[in-house]
């Protein structure tokens, strides 16, 4: 008996997806069909996108920097705009340095900075578990080790004062902001990514005084935080012994602050 061919409907499915407010629905809609291998599939698919549910969850991978990154559900979605982050970080970081990724998420940015940077060491961090466990999907081919922990207290002791970059994309969002996100972040992904205190400052104050002890003389932090909260999280760098500078693209309306530790 022939096997039936499966033949979506690709006009209804978009129509679908942007009444559901999918503004890139030709897009997902393409995603969607690569991913289905049968109309029951695609069906499915469909059903829990059109209910809210993040496309990369559904896919299970997201694009970041021109690489596939694996996402699970519950992890954070690396966005588009944390590309700003990235090279940030790199127009500051001299060859072969030693690297760590704090709230590494999916590990998107440490595979990113594996390619780019070559370091000598590269070492990620997470304290949500969920979280570990998909950035471990991400870097264990790349021999990259993944600790879980609370910002540095799971890194390893010899690299106190030895980084030469501190990567973070850490929880920036005020408290009382997160009810006003999108609901694909604030339904489905995990509240530790999200939340950075009364002020969305508060876990980034941590990690500058960390960074003043474990990076390097000459070494760099690089974050990522609201082109408002920019001057705040500046002062507080300074205050922490370390010299910051702003970084800010419109196109992405992205911002970034780099940090040297002098010396």
């Known amino acids: 008996?022939?096997?039936?061919v499966f033949t979506p409907d690709r006009p209804a499915l978009v129509r679908r997806l942007r009444a559901a407010g999918c503004v890139f629905a030709e897009d997902e809609a393409d995603l969607l069909i690569a991913a289905a291998d049968s109309a029951g599939a695609l069906t499915r698919l469909a059903?829990?996108?059109?209910?809210?549910?993040?496309l990369e969850h559904l896919?299970?991978?997201?694009?970041?920097?021109?690489?596939?990154?694996?996402v699970h559900p519950g992890v954070f979605v690396p966005r588009g705009r944390t590309?700003?982050?990235?090279?940030?970080?790199?127009?500051?970081?001299?060859?072969?340095?030693?690297?760590?990724?704090?709230?590494?998420?999916?590990g998107a940015a440490a595979v990113v900075l594996h390619?780019?940077?070559?370091?000598?060491?590269?070492?990620?961090?997470?304290?949500?578990?969920?979280?570990?466990?998909?950035?471990?999907?991400?870097?264990?081919?790349?021999g990259v080790p993944v600790y879980r922990g609370d910002l540095f207290a799971p890194?390893?002791?010899?690299?106190?004062?030895?980084?030469?970059?501190v990567v973070a994309n850490a929880p920036y969002v005020p408290s009382d902001a997160v009810a006003m996100m999108p609901a694909e972040a604030r339904l489905h992904e995990a509240p530790v990514a999200l939340d950075g205190g009364a002020d969305g400052l508060a876990v980034l104050r941590r990690v500058a005084a960390g960074a003043a002890e474990w990076l390097a003389p000459g070494g760099h932090l690089a974050v990522e935080v609201s082109e408002e909260q920019a001057p705040a999280l500046c002062a507080v760098f300074t205050a922490a012994g370390l010299d910051p500078t702003?970084?800010?693209?419109?196109?992405?309306?992205?911002?970034?602050?780099t940090a040297r530790r002098p010396g």
């Open 1 to 4: 008996m022939a096997s039936t």
């Open 47 to 54: 059903d829990r996108r059109v209910a809210g549910l993040p």
């Open 59 to 70: 896919l299970g991978w997201a694009e970041f920097c021109g690489r596939r990154i694996v």
């Open 83 to 106: 590309a700003l982050l990235v090279d940030a970080a790199v127009a500051v970081t001299g060859p072969a340095p030693a690297v760590l990724d704090l709230c590494c998420g999916s």
């Open 115 to 142: 390619d780019r940077l070559a370091p000598r060491w590269l070492g990620a961090a997470d304290v949500d578990p969920v979280a570990v466990a998909c950035a471990r999907r991400n870097l264990d081919p790349l």
């Open 155 to 165: 890194v390893p002791a010899r690299w106190r004062g030895r980084l030469d970059l």
């Open 246 to 257: 702003v970084v800010r693209d419109e196109e992405w309306e992205a911002t970034a602050v």
